[in-house]
């Protein structure tokens, strides 16, 4: 099952998708609302009363409710940007959790692409600001949330570069979503553990990028320079990243805006072992690294963009 927000619902005489209940953790699902009975506003005003603010629906039923979403946004050219792309979000989890759990590349792909589509539509045709946009982000470290925050920093790091065409961006977006297809290799429990890492299990870990680059490298769908980003998001400009310890000039220029996606989310989140860093800590941490382990031109653009408003 795929969770779904209450607050991305409108009353409506037609949901083409069945809604769920979960009662306690790890309930059986319990059917709130089949797709053919209308769904009222007291329907969803009488759940936020209960402190229910999220449903679910079926694997099977995830884009459908995505395609809703997606529907409810491009109707509304009047929705603000930072709105427009929290509602993406939403439309995307479904898909991308769906696409994750079935473990099958060709599927991860294609959802992947079609969300960077959407995602390059929606933030930059409409000159969205990354300091907005971060306000309405997921701030947590679970696996969708870092694929799409990722991708979200790459698109809007890109563009703030000044690489503007639409299908470049597209396919950065899509790199950056899929930086991390290495690890459906790794198992949850090394994924999700709390405590420090065994050495054995870090080895693992840093393992992700050659064996996501083995997945994709046979695909006539996934271009080099995304290869580069599965493969480099962790190589550093100064030798000190891995796999092959590369420096700057040999770190593909979309593997380079990955890397400052990939961290910049990592700071900014919660995770098992530490608390989020403060974002002008964070600014911090990379203006001292610029130049160093992260292109500086870059890192000039981010700070620029975190810190510019309307």
């Keep these: 099952m795929v969770p779904v927000a209450v607050r991305t619902l409108l009353p409506s005489t037609e949901v083409q998708f069945d809604l769920y ?16 009975y209308p ?12 402190g229910i603010h999220t449903l679910y629906v079926s694997y099977g039923d995830t884009k459908s409710y995505s395609d809703y979403l997606l529907a409810r946004v491009m109707e ?16 995307a989890r479904a898909v991308l959790t769906a696409a994750l759990a079935s473990k099958n590349v060709d599927r991860v792909v294609g959802a992947t692409g079609d969300v960077s589509g959407q995602m390059v539509g929606t933030i930059c045709s409409s000159n969205a600001v990354l300091f907005d946009i971060f306000q ?40 950056a979503l899929l930086h991390d297809v290495g690890k459906l290799d790794i198992s ?12 054995d299990e870090t080895q693992i870990i840093k393992q992700h990028p050659a064996s996501g680059f083995r997945k994709l490298a046979p695909r006539t769908d996934v271009s080099w320079g995304q ?37 910049f989310d990592a ?5 098992s072992y530490r608390n989020a860093a403060a974002l002008d800590d964070v600014l911090q941490y990379f203006d001292a690294q ?21």
């Design 227 to 263: 290869l580069m980003m599965v493969y480099q998001h962790h190589e550093r400009c100064d030798g000190r990243g891995y796999p092959a310890g590369l420096l700057r000039s040999e770190i593909h220029e979309w593997a380079r805006l990955c890397a400052i996606a990939d961290v």
């Design 21 to 36: 209940i979960l009662h306690g953790e790890g309930g059986q699902p319990r059917l709130f609302r089949h797709r053919d």
């Design 136 to 175: 309405v982000m997921a701030h947590d470290y679970g696996t969708f949330a870092h694929m799409m925050n990722s991708a979200t920093y790459a698109v809007l790091l890109a563009y703030a570069f000044g690489i503007s065409g639409e299908r470049e961006l597209i396919e950065i977006g899509q790199g």
């Design 39 to 50: 769904l009222s506003q007291e329907d969803l005003d009488k759940l936020l009363e209960r």
């Design 188 to 199: 949850q429990k090394i994924l999700a553990k709390r405590d420090k890492l065994s050495q």
């Design 267 to 271: 700071l900014t989140n919660d995770r």
């Design 76 to 91: 509304d050219e009047n929705i603000p940007p930072a709105k427009r792309y929290e509602v993406l979000r939403e439309a």
């Design 290 to 310: 610029a130049g160093k382990g992260f292109d500086e031109e870059m890192i000039r653009c981010l700070i620029a963009a975190v810190k510019r408003r309307n």
